[in-house]
């Protein structure tokens, strides 16, 4: 079993809808289109010219910046909503960025998305350490090199 962890540093993009240009053609939406190479690029630092082959597993977490509310600081300079990650239960929907990162991923998968068999998505809001919101960014965790049985029994222990 092989396991890739690859961190993309920002604002993680969701799939939004094609638009429609005047001949009817459909197109991909620039911050879409940008988060997506964003994405490509991260894998192409990570695997070089190699591609995923056979099963392929994916999980994200996707780490959002913190509102201004949930920053508030008591006067004693606790802060009202603690200091570690919290559940992000507003839009970006998480199949939506999923989309955006698998699509990212098209170029180093032999066969394309399709070859990704399950996985796990999951949104917080940034922890704070140090008095600093954690970073936005999506974590990849990729596990290849693996048979259904091993996968199977490393997810569900079952």
Known sequence: MRV????VEGYPQPKERSGVGVYGNLYKKKRTREYEDKINDAMGACLGANVYRGIIYVDLICIFNRTKELMKQYKDGRFKYGEERLAHLTKPDHD???????????????????????????????????????????????????????????????
């Open 96 to 158: 939506n960025v999923r989309k955006s990162v698998l699509d990212g991923m098209q170029g180093y998968m032999d066969g394309g998305d399709c070859r990704v068999i399950g996985g796990l998505t999951m949104k917080y809001y940034g922890g704070i350490k140090d008095g600093e919101c954690e970073s936005e960014k999506v974590i990849i965790r990729v596990i290849t090199e693996t048979d259904l049985n091993e996968l199977h029994s490393m997810m569900c222990d079952v």
């Open 4 to 7: 890739d962890i690859i961190k």
